[in-house]
Every structure is written in structure tokens, then in C-alpha cells.
């Protein structure tokens, strides 16, 4: 299975415009919603998604009969999901990370894991929508892009496999690409695009995943983004013109692809260069 990551360094630039494109028109290929603090991929593509499981993680639970006030689980914890008041240990779950190091260094044993909910995974049957939803409130959604990854590598008659990365270059955004074969990152012709490509652009060089860029909203100040491009050898792989017909298709739920046979071939020739590049 080919997995092709699509991010972008902001959100606003057309990564989701992209990447539902992109897997609407690959036949055998599966669209994968990693943002998921916020997924709108559904808008879409219109999945049946009749699948669904929630997402749990394991948090500390305290026995005050056992629990003798010595603290050592408080000064472990990195992220004060744990505190010490009065010779109590208080825990606060939404803060916890999940990593077991409290329960490890308790030597009266007086804490146990028990399960939490932060959120779901679901997707459709015939295995070509994927997304999670991250519970509101909730800190953390790598455990719920874990869980949507083991998911997807199940489904072995898949060709390939879009993820449609969260915006930015936080923590998700690395366990989205972690064993992906190729990144597109979006961007737009703007200043702010450009700052963001760059971190973008950086990050994927850390992960030594080969990369592409696409220009939406291109346009006369394309410049802008090739000039950096052509300086760091990083090949603009896609351009999609500034269209206002694009933008109101848009607004009402409908993919560029659906009436723009150009830019379906384009976004196909893409694909098949993509394929090319990493299975040669």
C-alpha cells in the first residue's frame, strides 16, 4: 500500500481540497482523516461511515488505602497530571499522557490503570473513508491517530492510502507522516504561506520522507514560492489556479474534480509520479 501524506505548515491553504481529491479519484485508494480535532474530510466525500470504536487510553486511578503520601509518582510525571495535597494524590486525567511511568516507580502499589474514552475512530466498510474525532476537551489526539493507522495497514486491498494531516508541525502532524512514503505539502503564494512551507519543508527533511510541493490559489505571485523551492531543490510537483468557481464549489460540498476534468488529470498524473518515485 502506497501511504501519501498531504499537510501544510497553516491551515486555510486547500489541504483537505487536495487530499479528498486526490483519493476521490484513485481507484482502490482509501482516505484517511488524521485531523482530528477537527475532520470535515465527510463533507465531502459523503462516506457511509458504519463502522465506528471508541478510543481508549489508560489512567492512573489512586488507593488511598495503599497510597502512603511519599509523592514519587508526582515527581515522575512530566506533564502534572498528578499532585500532591496534604498527603493525597490527586489525579487529573486529561492532563495524562499515558506513558505508565507513575505506576512503575509506586512501591506500595497503590495505583492501577484503569480505561478512558478520549474520542472514536470510524470509516466505512468498504474500507475508503477513514477519520477520527477527538473528544471535546481532550489535550492529546495521537493515541486516536495510532489507533486510525493500525486500521488502515489491516485493510490489505487497498492500493493506496491518503492521510490528510492536521495543520502545522505539532506532534500529530509527525505520528500522521511516521511511515508514510511520500509527503505533498500545500501551500499558497502568500508571505505566511511561505513561512509555514518552510517549516513544513524542514520537518519532512527530519523524517527523511520524500517531498513534493503544491501551489494552490496559483497565481502571479507564484515567485514567492519558487524561488525558495527552486533555492532548496524541492520540486513544485502541482500548481491549482486561484479560481473563484473552485472556492464557491467549495463552499457548497463539492470537490474541484467533480467538473474540472484539467485538474483530476493533473491530480492523477501526480499520483502515478508519486508511485513512480517511490516503488522505482
Known amino acids: 500500500m502506497l501511504k501519501i501524506a498531504v499537510l501544510s505548515g497553516k491551515g486555510g491553504t486547500g489541504k483537505t481540497t ?32 458504519d463502522c465506528n470504536e471508541q478510543v481508549l487510553v489508560q489512567v492512573p486511578q489512586i488507593d488511598e488505602q495503599l497510597c502512603n503520601g511519599c509523592g514519587a509518582c508526582v515527581r515522575i510525571c512530566q506533564f502534572n497530571a498528578l499532585a500532591l495535597v496534604r498527603g493525597k494524590v490527586l489525579v487529573f486525567p486529561e492532563l495524562c499522557h499515558h506513558c505508565g511511568a507513575c505506576s512503575l516507580v509506586c512501591e506500595p502499589k497503590a495505583i492501577t490503570e484503569i480505561d478512558r474514552s478520549i474520542g472514536n475512530i470510524s470509516w466505512s466498510s468498504n474500507s475508503c473513508f477513514f477519520q477520527g474525532r477527538l473528544n471535546i476537551g481532550e489535550p492529546a489526539g495521537i493515541p486516536i491517530i495510532k489507533r486510525l493507522k493500525q486500521e488502515v495497514s489491516k485493510k490489505i486491498d487497498l492500493k493506496a ?30 508571505p505566511f504561506g511561505l513561512h509555514d512551507l518552510k517549516i513544513a519543508v524542514e520537518l519532512v527533511r527530519e523524517m527523511k520522507i520524500p517531498a513534493g510541493v503544491i501551489i494552490n490559489k496559483s497565481g502571479d505571485q507564484d515567485a514567492i514560492i519558487d524561488e525558495y523551492c527552486l533555492a532548496e531543490n524541492v520540486p513544485v510537483s502541482l500548481r491549482v489556479p486561484y479560481s473563484r468557481k473552485i472556492a464557491e464549489h467549495y463552499a457548497r460540498g463539492i470537490l474541484p474534480v467533480e467538473d474540472d476534468e484539467a485538474l483530476a488529470i493533473s491530480l492523477t498524473e501526480l499520483y502515478h509520479s508519486i508511485r513512480g518515485e517511490v516503488c522505482s
Open 161 to 190: 492510502a491518503v492521510f490528510d494531516c492536521s495543520p502545522g508541525a505539532s506532534c500529530s502532524v509527525v505520528n500522521s507522516l511516521e511511515g508514510c512514503d511520500y509527503a505533498s505539502i500545500v501551500t499558497e503564494p502568500t
Open 18 to 49: 487536495i487530499s479528498a481529491s486526490l483519493a476521490s479519484i484513485i481507484h482502490g485508494c482509501a482516505y484517511v482523516d488524521c485531523d482530528v480535532e477537527e475532520p470535515n474530510g465527510f463533507l465531502f466525500l459523503n462516506p457511509k461511515l
